[in-house]
């Protein structure tokens, strides 16, 4: 089982950027599929990018795309997100979070294994 650990957290003004990191373990990284989901305070957790392992296809939520950028390198087992431009409405905890398996890449349930999070706050 891969585990995970996201770093690159923390305060960061609207309009500005920040790069989250995902590193992984225990696993062979490039057949995962990663993704990365977020949770805001009294809100599910939802989806917010991934990438294929195979063809590095990536896929957005419509409100991060043209914002965010998933990407991975399997070299050193970890995946990104890059946020720009973030809105305060971008505020939450963000997972990243593996998938082995066949199906969906936006189905939270689909996926094996979670970091443990990482607070992104963004202020206006």
């Known amino acids: 089982q891969v585990q995970l650990v996201e770093s690159g957290g923390g305060l960061v003004q609207a309009g500005g950027s920040l790069r989250l990191s995902c590193g992984a373990s225990g696993g062979t990284f490039s057949s995962y599929n990663m993704g990365w989901f977020r949770q805001a305070p009294g809100k599910d957790r939802e989806f917010v990018a991934a990438?294929?392992?195979?063809?590095?296809?990536?896929y957005y939520a419509d409100s991060v795309k043209g914002r965010f950028t998933i990407s991975r390198d399997n070299t050193k087992n970890t995946v990104y997100l890059q946020m720009n431009s973030p809105r305060p409405e971008d505020t939450a905890v963000y997972y990243c979070a593996a998938f082995a398996g066949y199906g969906s890449l936006f189905t939270i349930s689909n996926y094996d294994a979670w970091g443990q999070g990482t607070q992104v706050t963004v202020s206006s």
């Open positions: 990438i294929r392992r195979s063809t590095g296809t990536t």
